[in-house]
């Protein structure tokens, strides 16, 4: 039996971090060692997962395992979709050019601002009164 050749790609979105790890075969994919579509149980974060494969035309090109931790649900789903497509781009430099045109290779910057001290958040202040 010959052993599985892996890409990785590591991807991000607020506090989320996702490692993808991906093999040519028949399109298994699994999240934490769950069902993608049982881990991820909204429709939206569902087609944000497949979006990289869709646009590339690969859902059963590559199985699929990922590792993700930190964040929310749909942080969690975005964070797996820019691993994903950085791990299909370093496989096969055909798909980056599309990939990089449908937005999936660029890092979504966003993150929380933090708290200021004396404020109630990060912009909100408490109420101010004259009297």
């Known amino acids: 039996m010959a052993k599985k050749t892996y890409v990785w ?3 991000r979105r607020k506090s989320a971090v996702a490692r993808v790890r991906i093999a040519p075969g ?3 994919m699994m ?3 769950k069902k993608w579509d049982d ?3 909204s429709r939206a974060q569902q087609l944000a997962v497949r979006q ?4 590339t035309e690969a859902e ?3 199985d699929i395992f990922v590792k993700v931790e930190g964040g929310g649900p749909q942080g969690q789903a975005d964070a797996v979709r820019h691993g994903l497509a950085r791990a299909m781009a370093k496989d096969d430099e055909v798909n980056e050019q599309a990939l990089r045109s449908a937005g999936f290779m660029t890092r979504n910057p966003r993150e929380k601002e933090r708290k200021k001290p004396g404020q109630r958040g990060a912009r909100a202040r408490y109420q ?3 009297r």
């Open 9 to 11: 790609g590591t991807g």
């Open 128 to 130: 101010f009164s004259k």
């Open 31 to 33: 999240v934490n060692q």
């Open 52 to 55: 990289p494969l869709v646009s």
């Open 39 to 41: 881990y991820f149980t």
């Open 60 to 62: 059963t090109r590559y």
């Open 26 to 28: 028949e399109g298994v």
